[in-house]
T-cell receptor, first 112, second 115 residues
Framework: DAKTTQPPSMDCAEGRAANLPCNHS???????VYWYRQIHSQGPQYIIH???NNETNEMASLIITEDRKSSTLILPHATLRDTAVYYC?????????????FGTGTRLQVML | EPEVTQTPSHQVTQMGQEVILRCVPI?????FYWYRQILGQKVEFLVS????????KSEIFDDQFSVERPDGSNFTLKIRSTKLEDSAMYFC?????????????FGQGTRLTVV
């Protein structure tokens, strides 16, 4: 799986958009970008994933650059409950579900 | 909303004892996983399971570990002879098949403490 690089920590004011960047310059054509988060020591929570098009769901938006070498997860209106470690993961898709390789992620602190 | 459930939430065991961690995956899912997280460290992949057999395992998943799907609903991780360094949060995950729905959903974990 391609390696990802994320800033170790970020702060965001409550109510503002949180933009979490991720670099994955060695991503290959059949690798997807996944985002998960982990609140305290709970199980990782799936947020969103994409291949090359931008994606949006009820939790977040995923913007992938045209060359696919980087992406940004956007939480449009961050709340205190969004304080968590966010993981950007590149995952090889084979038609079966392969493993997720977690890095150290970005610790997002949402502040009042 | 369907979820992955794990039991127990916390297990304390003596070194050398066998322990079985239990998981009930989401009902129509076909892929099952175990991950672990030692306190303060990364989430690490242990094993994936599909069609009643292991499809991939990590170096951590040595002969002390085994997985089983004993019936249509449970998925278990057995550690035969626990060591102090097996103390960690163990997360079960499951995923469905398909071209798009390949995200894995995680349970809330079992905290294993080996004393």
């Amino acid at each position: 799986d391609a390696k990802t690089t994320q800033p170790p920590s970020m702060d965001c004011a409550e109510g503002r958009a949180a933009n979490l960047p991720c670099n994955h310059s060695t991503i290959s054509g059949n690798e997807y970008v996944y985002w998960y988060r982990q609140i305290h020591s709970q199980g990782p929570q799936y947020i969103i994933h994409g291949l090359k098009n931008n994606e949006t769901n009820e939790m977040a938006s995923l913007i992938i650059t045209e060359d696919r070498k980087s992406s940004t997860l956007i939480l449009p209106h961050a709340t205190l409950r969004d304080t968590a470690v966010y993981y950007c993961i590149v995952r090889w898709y084979t038609g079966t579900a392969s493993k997720l390789t977690f890095g150290t992620g970005t610790r997002l602190q949402v502040m009042l | 909303e369907p979820e992955v459930t794990q039991t127990p939430s916390h297990q304390v065991t003596q070194m050398g004892q066998e322990v079985i961690l239990r998981c009930v995956p989401i009902s129509n899912h076909l892929y099952f996983y175990w991950y672990r997280q030692i306190l303060g460290q990364k989430v690490e992949f242990l094993v994936s399971f599909y069609n009643n057999e292991i499809s991939e395992k990590s170096e951590i998943f040595d002969d002390q570990f085994s997985v089983e799907r004993p019936d249509g609903s449970n998925f278990t991780l057995k550690i035969r002879s626990t060591k102090l360094e097996d103390s960690a949060m163990y997360f079960c995950a499951s995923g469905s098949a398909g071209t798009q729905n390949t995200e894995a959903f995680f349970g809330q974990g079992t905290r294993l403490t080996v004393v």
